[in-house]
């Protein structure tokens, strides 16, 4: 079995294989080894698993239970970022707060802090609703040591090492979380529709995440010791982050981690006729069917807005597998939650 | 740069339906609408708008309902962010008229995607003049006025769509409405926190879900700023 040839098959048809494994194309470094570690027989175990994970997703619409536990893992990410950095081992529930907590709660105001600890039992409160409303089908809940939010892997030296000490740096990875989760719920939203009452209280999660992003883009404008960031310091036009997202962004709170949570996503073969992802500079709304919508834009150009207000005044959803891949930024090497 | 007045609005509108291609006898109703100061609107027929029963050809559709119903609510959001913004209270901090202003861009770029996205089935196609909100209960001399009115319009409009979402039959609807109703969080979080730093998220409860009105409800808090009593007989109710 010659594992290259049957990719360079694939690629002929799909020539968009090797992104489906990683979009950073570590499939090379995570292959390197497995000639000299697997027995021939295990290697097509191994290689059924890789394709799965690149296809399977793809394959049908998925179910309620699906997306709810795709949010409750969401949550899970969101709400052990928020313990570590704050109070507690991480897992939820734990509010014992370490000499590093105490030291990071320092480098905020007091209403910033209070707002971030808000937000934290927010994001609890959202993990232990989903598993209520899962019951039996509720996901285990992770270990803490599948993540890593520096974004290194398991190293805890990635990109953003520090952020449980760096007031800025924690801002930073929370508005990415955040923004991220209200795109992850919108791109969901269709496939809740046939229960009312679960479509309506995924609503009301996703909004909640607006919120809570609105709130980080204002501390982040005014700084982590700013109070009233909001009426002071850096308000006005120019200032940025904005507390919507403004086009892409620039890439969002670190561009060479964060661009794909304002980018574009790519729609799985069972995304619902009409809908699209697009990035968040999206200026298009309205498409329907054969109807290719409106550039609002370029039709409301005579109001003179800035350019910026006709992507700011819509969010845009985001696919799963795009999320999940943005979700896998902050797990570890080998963890297949994402 | 922007042009918040009532006239250029309704210019703008004007191209919007060229570009929308929508029929010249709508053009031609918008264009009878504003054509010169109208001190007493009036409504055709009935003083009684009622959602969900005046297109009698799409009545049955809950997503022109929704729609018209969103339409609204984002129709009386523009217009108080245009009323503000073009008369500002004396005492708004500094960068407080750029946070309203695109504030009110987005609403009014909202209530416009609403009023293509209905065509023909937009509630207002059958009024001989555009309806004249009431902000009479707000204070809007005062910069606290303004946020606390801005901060109650914004919680409605959350309340609503997440409220109304249900309703929807349509992928595509329900889609569209997700990405406006982000961005009203956005906006009522935003509001919130001018108010009284840390308030972002102060009514949601223990569960961590945001509120969820149902239409009868939002009626009842949108109607001391309509002209006209609004019905909700014809309101989707499941």
């Known amino acids: 079995m010659n594992f290259f040839h049957i990719l360079s098959e694939i690629e002929k048809t799909d020539p968009e294989v090797f992104e489906r494994f990683d979009s950073r194309r570590q499939v090379f470094k995570h292959l390197s080894g497995f000639g000299k570690k697997m027995t021939a027989a295990a ?11 690149a296809y399977g997703q793809s394959s049908s619409a998925p ?14 990410l969101e709400a052990y970022f928020y313990n570590i950095g704050l109070s507690g081992d991480g897992t939820i529930g734990n509010n014992t707060t370490t000499a590093a907590q105490t030291a990071l709660r320092a480098q905020f105001s007091t209403t910033n802090l209070s707002s971030l600890l808000k937000i934290r039992t927010d994001e609890n409160n959202h993990v232990n609703f989903l598993r209520t409303a899962l019951g039996n089908n509720a996901i285990a809940a992770p270990a803490v040591s ?20 760096n007031a800025a740096l924690f801002l930073a990875v929370a508005q990415s979380l955040e ?30 995440e607006a919120r809570h992003a609105s709130r980080l883009r204002t501390m982040r404008r005014g700084g982590p010791l700013n109070n009233a960031a909001s009426g002071t310091a850096g308000a006005g036009t120019g200032a940025s982050p904005k507390s919507w997202i403004s086009g892409t962004d620039g890439g969002g709170a670190s561009p060479a981690q964060t661009a794909p949570i304002y980018g574009a996503g790519s729609a799985p073969t069972y995304t619902p006729a009409g809908i699209t992802f697009p990035a968040e500079d999206n200026v298009t709304q309205g498409a329907t069917g054969a109807n290719p919508g409106v550039n609002l834009q370029t039709a409301l150009a005579s109001l003179n807005f800035p350019a910026a207000a006709f ?25 297949t939650l994402f | 740069m922007h042009t918040p007045s009532s006239p250029a609005r309704m210019l703008a509108r004007r191209s919007f339906f060229r570009v929308a291609g929508a029929g010249a006898a709508a053009s031609a109703l918008v264009l009878a609408g504003c054509g010169k100061d109208d001190p007493e609107p009036t409504v055709a027929g009935t003083p009684t708008l009622t959602l969900g029963s005046f297109v009698t050809t799409t009545s049955s559709d809950p997503n022109i309902t929704v729609l018209n119903y969103a339409y609204l609510l984002e129709q009386i959001e523009a217009a108080f962010y245009d009323k503000v913004v073009a008369t500002p209270p004396a005492d708004l901090q500094p960068g407080e008229l750029a946070y309203l202003t695109d504030l009110r861009d987005h609403e009014l770029i909202h209530r416009e995607y609403l009023k293509y996205a209905l065509g023909t089935s937009a509630y ?14 707000f204070t809007l001399t005062t910069r606290t006025g303004v946020w606390t009115a801005a901060r109650q319009l914004e919680e409605i409009g959350v309340a609503a769509y997440n409220g109304a979402a249900k309703y929807l039959t349509s992928a595509e609807h329900l ?25 972002f998220a102060d009514n949601v409860g223990t569960t961590g879900l945001d509120d969820a009105k149902t239409p009868a409800q939002i009626v009842a808090l949108i109607q001391p700023f309509v ?11 499941t």
């Open chain 2, 124 to 137: 207002d196609n059958s009024l001989s003049a555009p309806l004249v909100f009431n902000f009479s209960t």
């Open chain 2, 175 to 199: 889609n569209a409405l997700g990405k406006i109703v982000s961005v009203e969080a956005r906006h009522a979080a935003l509001a919130r926190e001018v108010l009284q730093p840390g308030s």
């Open chain 1, 146 to 165: 599948q993540f890593d939010f520096t974004g290194g892997k398991g190293t805890n030296a990635g990109p953003f090492a520090g952020l449980f000490s």
């Open chain 2, 227 to 237: 002209p006209v009593v609004i019905s909700t007989a014809n309101l989707p109710t």
């Open chain 1, 43 to 53: 290697l097509p175990l191994a290689m059924g698993a890789i394709f799965n994970k």
């Open chain 1, 63 to 76: 179910s309620v239970n699906d997306v709810l536990n795709f949010a409750l893992k969401l949550e899970y």
């Open chain 1, 311 to 335: 992507s700011e005044a819509f969010d845009e959803p985001l696919d799963v597998p795009t999320v999940s891949t943005i979700a896998r930024t902050f797990t570890i090497t080998g963890s």
């Open chain 1, 179 to 208: 923004d991220t989760g209200v795109r992850a719920y919108k791109g969901g939203a269709p496939y809740l529709a046939s229960n009312k009452d679960i479509l309506t209280a995924a609503l009301n999660i996703h909004s909640v």
